[in-house]
């Protein structure tokens, strides 16, 4: 099959010819129909590095063709998406609810003495996230992978896996928001979009939403915000304090930029909560006075994958989408093939585009 494999740090997305291991016990073959260019793959593939060489995508949408012998979740014909959320199901997070901080992740993939899931020339080929989407097809553990209405289409489907989970968890889930909350948006984003779209769903009263583009902010408007700010022009602090008249009760951090997350510390009302989602660098972080917080009885947050679920939350956003109450159309700015991953990496350098999906994968 046509995989994009990537050889090392720097040296891009080439497709090549790469097989495809038969499924054994718990693992799902797919065929892949939508992959998703999220960031942190360029990342991977640029700087931060890993096994090499690997197949990258985890924002991966398809149809079951094969299962192994110990699969019982899904089925030949099934329409999935994939999460990199691992989880093995069987540990005290997992049985308490709490599958996205899992305590043995690796208990979805296969163990050094087995064969490896992919191979290039008969050599072994690391799979980025246990997806590797990146591909016509991939072999995935059933736990990563969610089952979808028929009628969802695939590009937005993709999308759920890894930036939906993520804004959208992050206001549903970790913060729990509330009918009538003030709801903080910093960077519009793919991912900050889902987090107004979740906003939206809990009912919250107030949702403003501060980037420092323009053009984000009148699509955060189409999205839902009641009010945006732009921070270069305006003291996002002041801002959000005239709007709400005390202070926010959530503030979601999607940029990650030390200056950005003292603005969110500072926009907190009383009994408010801050959530870091965004990693803008290695110093990412927040000074965080005792005092401050106890006296305002306010918490901090680090939001990994929206404290997604994500059998759970998958269907339930594609359900949300099919219904008309989650807007991923607008977040589907353009459509490529498996061989134009670095042009599509560069679209994603333009504010105008909001997600590349890989759907032509001839
Ligand atoms: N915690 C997790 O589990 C998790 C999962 C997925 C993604 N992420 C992270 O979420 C973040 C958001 O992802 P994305 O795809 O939406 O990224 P993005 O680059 O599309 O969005 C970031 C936005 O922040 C805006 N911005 C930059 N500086 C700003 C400032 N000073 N004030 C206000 N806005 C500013 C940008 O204009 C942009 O619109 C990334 O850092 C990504 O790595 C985290
Ligand atoms: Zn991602
Ligand atoms: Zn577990």
């Not at 995508?57 to 030949?76: F, L, S």
């Not at 080929?125 to 992978?145: D, P």
């Not at 989602?277 to 680090?302: C, F, P, W, Y």
């Not at 219904?323 to 490529?336: A, H």
Request: with cysteine.
């Amino acid at each position: 099959m046509k995989a994009s494999v990537t050889e090392g740090l720097g040296q891009g997305f080439v497709v090549e010819e790469v097989d495809l291991a038969d499924p054994v016990g718990h693992e799902v073959r797919v065929r892949v129909r939508a992959s998703g260019l999220c960031h942190s793959d360029l990342s991977v593939a640029t700087f931060i590095g890993g096994e090499f060489p690997v197949v990258l995508g985890h924002e991966v949408a398809g149809v079951v063709t094969e299962t192994g012998p110990q699969v019982t979740q899904v089925k030949v014909g099934d329409h999935v998406v994939g999460s990199l959320i691992q989880y093995c199901g069987s540990c005290v997070n997992c049985l308490s609810g709490r599958t996205h901080i899992c305590l043995r992740p690796e208990a979805t993939l296969r163990t050094p003495d087995q064969a490896p899931r992919l191979s290039w020339n008969g050599a072994p080929v690391a799979q980025g996230m246990g997806l590797g989407g990146f591909a016509q097809e991939a072999l995935i553990h059933e736990n990563q992978l969610a089952v979808v209405p028929e009628g969802m289409p695939w590009a937005p489907a993709a999308l759920i896996g890894c930036g939906v989970l993520t804004g959208a968890g992050a206001v549903l889930n970790s913060a729990d928001v509330r009918q009538g909350d003030t709801v903080v948006v910093i960077g519009a984003g793919g991912v900050g979009m889902n987090a107004v779209s979740g906003a939206r769903i809990a009912g919250a009263g107030t949702i403003i939403v501060a980037d420092i583009e323009d053009a984000k902010l009148e699509r955060a408007k189409a999205f839902g915000a009641t009010h945006v700010v732009n921070s270069r022009s305006t003291d996002p602090v002041d801002a959000v304090r005239d709007i709400t008249g005390h202070g926010a009760d959530h503030v979601f951090d999607f940029v990650g930029a030390r200056p950005v997350t003292a603005q969110g510390l500072r926009m907190l009302g009383k009994g408010g909560g801050l959530y870091l989602i965004g990693v803008g660098g290695t110093d990412a972080g927040v000074e965080v006075s005792a005092l401050a917080v106890l006296s305002g009885s306010q918490k901090v947050q680090g939001v990994y994958m929206g404290s997604s679920n994500l059998k759970r939350d998958i269907p339930f956003y594609a359900s949300m989408y099919l219904q008309g109450r989650m807007n991923l159309d607008d977040l589907v700015s353009r459509e490529i093939g498996l061989a134009d991953i670095e042009a599509g990496y560069e679209a994603l350098k333009d504010g105008s585009t909001a997600r590349v999906v890989i759907t032509d994968f001839s």
